[in-house]
Nanobody
């Protein structure tokens, strides 16, 4: 059981940067695999990035690889998404999600949306041309 709250979204011009934060209410935040997803208007929610709880291994969608960085700070119960070189196609509502699976998945499996049981309310990111 965990509640997630995203923040840090906003309006930025193409080529700019934003850092999203997701704070978790759980005192056992470190047991969760964490992911970021996004959903643009009229489109399905898609995977962006994930970080595993055991070794902090990361996995990224091809569309953001090299531009976005996911990280976590277990002492602050927070996961971050640093977004650089933003493009208009990055415009979406960004959601963080938590996966409490007992069995540690392969890092690539963390891109599967069905793995995540808990979701935040989302934060809007808008990238202008």
């Amino acid at each position: 059981q965990v509640q997630l709250v995203e923040s840090g979204g906003g309006l930025v011009q193409a080529g700019g940067s934003l850092r999203l934060s997701c704070e978790a209410s759980s005192r056992t935040f470190s047991v969760y695999n964490m992911g970021w997803f996004r959903q643009a208007p009229g489109k399905e929610r898609e995977f962006v990035a994930a970080v595993r709880r055991t070794d902090y291994s990361t996995y990224y969608a091809d569309s953001v690889k090299g531009r976005f960085t996911i990280s976590r700070d277990n002492a602050k119960n927070t996961v971050y998404l640093q977004m650089n070189s933003l493009k208009p196609e990055d415009t979406a509502v960004y959601y963080c999600a938590a996966d409490a699976a007992r069995i540690i998945p392969p890092v690539q499996a963390m891109g599967t949306m069905r793995r995540y049981e808990y979701w935040g309310q989302g934060t809007q990111v808008t990238v202008s041309s």
